[in-house]
């Protein structure tokens, strides 16, 4: 289920891990066609976006757990107005807030893609896309969404 092409344009501001390297488990794991999320070693808690400390039990021995790429849209909003020049005449394109329900509903944002038209529904089933940029000036890979079923 990988991409060949890119939801939204070029000319976008490409994500790169922190010089400190926090979220690098995840881009790395992107690139490879797997989602990782960050786990708590003490705890078992499920974390996202990546954070040095467990905010549930305050421990700092943070890891990382592969999990299927699946989920259900939480929220989503249609979007008509270019935020970065690149977007201008490029609308609308959707943007979805996934929860992870086998990983204590830890949300990621991402594009819904398809139809930038097309009917969203709270709740819907969706499969995470892996949309590799491998000739990016920083190669990297982006995990998009399409509904299921
Ligand atoms: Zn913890």
Same mark, same amino acid.
């Given at each position: 289920m990988n991409a060949t092409q890119s939801y939204l344009p070029e000319g976008l501001p490409i994500p790169t891990p922190e010089t400190d390297g926090l979220s690098a488990p995840y881009w790395n794991g992107l690139k490879d066609g797997v989602l990782t999320i960050q786990r708590c070693k003490s705890c078992g808690g499920w974390q996202w976006g990546?954070?040095?400390?467990? #905010?549930?039990? =305050?421990?700092?021995d943070m890891g990382w757990e592969t999990v299927e790429p699946r989920g259900r849209i939480f929220s989503w909003e249609r979007v008509?107005?270019?935020? #970065?020049?690149? =977007?201008k005449g490029h609308g609308p394109y959707i943007v979805v807030l996934v929860e992870l329900p086998h990983a204590d509903n830890v949300r990621l944002i991402g594009n819904l893609i398809g139809d930038p038209r097309q009917t969203v529904t709270i709740g819907a089933a969706v499969e995470g896309v892996f949309e590799h940029h491998?000739?990016?000036?920083t190669p990297h890979t982006l995990l998009q969404w399409r509904t299921v079923g």
């Open positions: 990546p954070e040095w400390i467990c #905010h549930r039990c =305050l421990s700092f008509w107005h270019p935020v #970065h020049p690149a =977007l491998p000739n990016a000036s």
